[in-house]
């Protein structure tokens, strides 16, 4: 039997809490070995997530404390942002044809995050960026379920039984996590959702937007997350 079969699924069923059995699903499988070919066994798992994909890995080890051992979290806040900020960053709207006929089979429940425009208004900072790597991450985003984002409140993100290291890098400008401005509210905010880590850090990548991976200083705060890593054995 395949580990796992591909299937579309209505973008109004998708939402956080599968995101989160598949990700648990995935991890067993690193674990086992079934991912890593001749590497074997890994001997730990660090989850790597940024956004939405922060959120789930946040989530899963709320529940899940032993689920990893430890957590890069990027491009995630947990004060200083709401729904409505969230929302009016991605000016979502109904895909164009074209971009149904991209993504066959998906139903009206997924959306679009709007123009051009408004995808560089929520995700970088002037003038840390290049343009022709804005439009080239703009050509290649992806459609995204309408239950997805509102559906991430049902998980509780208190993860108080989780021990291992943990770090939240977000961008110093990020307008949908924490409303435009970071340094105030980052480590404030984080700090209490892992107050068992060993090893807990906030760092804010200065000069970058939500998408941090995508300004000109990336390679600085990789060299932030990478030196985190190895400083716990990683």
């Not at 899963?60 to 890069?72: F, K």
């Not at 979290?73 to 895909?95: C, E, H, N, V």
């Not at 000069?207 to 990478?226: D, E, F, R, S």
Request: aromatic share 10%; proline share 5%.
């Amino acid at each position: 039997m395949a580990l796992l079969t591909p299937f579309r699924i209505s973008g109004y069923v998708d939402q956080a809490s599968i995101q989160v059995g598949v990700l648990g699903e995935l991890i067993k499988a690193v674990r086992l070995g079934r991912c890593s070919g001749s590497a074997g066994v890994p001997k730990s798992v660090v989850l790597v997530g940024h956004s939405f994909g922060s959120v789930i890995s946040n989530a899963i080890v709320a529940s899940i404390p032993g689920a990893a051992d430890g957590l890069i979290l990027t491009g995630l806040g947990y004060t200083g942002f709401d729904f409505k900020t969230i929302w009016g960053t991605l000016q979502a709207r109904l895909p164009s044809q074209e971009q149904h006929d991209m993504l066959a089979n998906l139903d009206t429940g997924y959306l679009d995050a709007g123009d051009l425009y408004s995808f560089v208004g929520g995700q970088f900072h002037q003038p840390n960026y290049d343009v022709q790597v804005a439009r080239n991450a703009f050509s290649r985003r992806q459609l995204f379920a309408v239950t997805e984002i509102p559906s991430s409140a049902q998980h509780s993100l208190l993860a108080d039984k989780f021990t291992g290291p943990v770090m939240v890098i977000s961008g110093e400008f990020d307008l949908p996590v924490c409303g435009g401005y970071c340094p105030d509210v980052l480590e404030a905010g984080a700090a209490p959702v892992f107050p068992a880590s060993r090893n807990f850090k906030a760092y804010v990548q200065p000069n970058t937007g939500h998408a941090l991976n995508l300004h000109k200083n990336a390679t600085a705060g990789y060299a932030v997350i990478t030196d985190f890593l190895a400083s716990n054995g990683f």
